[in-house]
């Protein structure tokens, strides 16, 4: 197994390779916040299930760059609102807060580990706007509403489709991660295809299935 010094490094040079391939500006501030998450992560999973181990060489690759592309292509709105459902280990909703300071995010999950390790996230990265929430997305209220909703590998659907007029602002949209293979049973029910390109050959091609809710026009 590779030291974890080595494996978080090894991430970084990957990230820097898609920043340049994707044209995503970044500087060394940038990288240093994703080095200090990365090695978070990698500390954490041998105590929490953020990841599987298999997954850890490959971080970028497979999790975590597809929320800097999102936070790129998701139209949400200057200082607006996101709440991310199940948020786990933060995909894809901290690579978005890194990319989009801006947003003012949630980040919701039902597991209290999870929850702790997010804080951690927050307290460690310097996250203002950002506020790990330990709940079930069926029960949980807000004083407030949301421009966006991003949900990925939650396999609740059509529960957040249920509650997302509740939730949402008037032109607020939901945005489902899903691997480009199962992206067809949300297309039928009127979603719209956001891809994210091809990362790399060992990541499965991903994509977001956007919906704007009320009769938002997704597009």
Known sequence: MKHP?????????TLKKLFEKFFVPYDELLLSRFREYISLIVDWSSRVSLVSSGDREYLVERHIF??????????VPFFGRLLDVGSGAGFPVVPIK?????????????NRKKILFLKKVARTLGLPGFEPLRSRFEL??????????????VGNDEAILRRADELLLPMGKVFFFKADRTKNPLIKKGGVEIPLGSISASATERVIVAFGVRGADSR
């Open 98 to 110: 890194l990319i989009r300071p801006d947003i003012r995010c949630v980040a919701l999950d039902s």
């Open 5 to 13: 010094s080595y494996l978080v490094e090894q991430q970084i040079v």
């Open 66 to 75: 597809e929320g800097v592309l999102a936070a790129r292509k998701m139209p």
């Open 140 to 153: 949980v209220s807000f004083p407030f509403r949301f421009d966006a909703i991003t949900a990925r590998a």
